[in-house]
């Protein structure tokens, strides 16, 4: 195991733990992409709601997990494909809006559709998920902390110093 000590700045260090035969600046760099793979995998759970599956059976499973991995997959092409029509980062635009889009505005079959009306059915979709932006807030920090799930029922606070009713 190695210990590696990145200044970040004046007043932040980073220390890493690895047993990777690396310079620490290329560690650091790596550790800060790990952002990235947390939100993809948000998106997986939460967007695309693979928190909870609801198939009971191992061959049903596979097929949810297979259908949301493709879903997943046409957004971030979409998405892709929209950001090099705005000329910025994927990563800018809304995962969850430009996913609202395609369920909403491609229909099951675009085969279905002449390929003139497909394929501007597709423009339309591409401009507007373009238009998806994630607003950029220079300066904004929030610590990292786990979200509490809300429950369906509020929770009753018992008074234990009450005495029970006869």
Excluded at 26 to 42: C, F, K
Excluded at 55 to 61: E, K, L, Y
Excluded at 97 to 107: G, H, M, N
Aim: charged share 30%.
């Amino acid at each position: 195991m190695r210990l590696h000590e990145v200044r970040v700045c004046d007043t932040l260090t980073l220390w890493l733990v690895t047993s990777l035969d690396a310079a620490g600046a290329d560690l650091a760099t790596t550790y800060h992409g790990r952002r990235h793979i947390e939100a993809d995998l948000r998106d997986l759970k939460q967007t695309l709601c693979l928190d909870v599956l609801r198939s009971r059976s191992a061959g049903m499973i596979r097929k949810e997990l297979a259908a949301a991995t493709i879903a997943y997959n046409l957004v971030i092409l979409v998405r892709k494909l929209a950001a090099a029509e705005a000329r910025v980062e994927p990563r800018r635009l809304s995962f969850a809006r430009v996913r609202s889009l395609v369920k909403a505005l491609l229909p099951q079959r675009l085969s279905a559709m002449e390929p003139a009306r497909a394929q501007g059915r597709i423009d339309q979709v591409l401009r507007m998920a373009a238009q998806c932006k994630i607003p950029h807030r220079p300066g904004r920090s929030y610590s990292r902390e786990a979200f509490v799930k809300p429950t369906k029922y509020p929770r009753r606070k018992i008074d234990r110093q009450a005495k029970p009713k006869k």
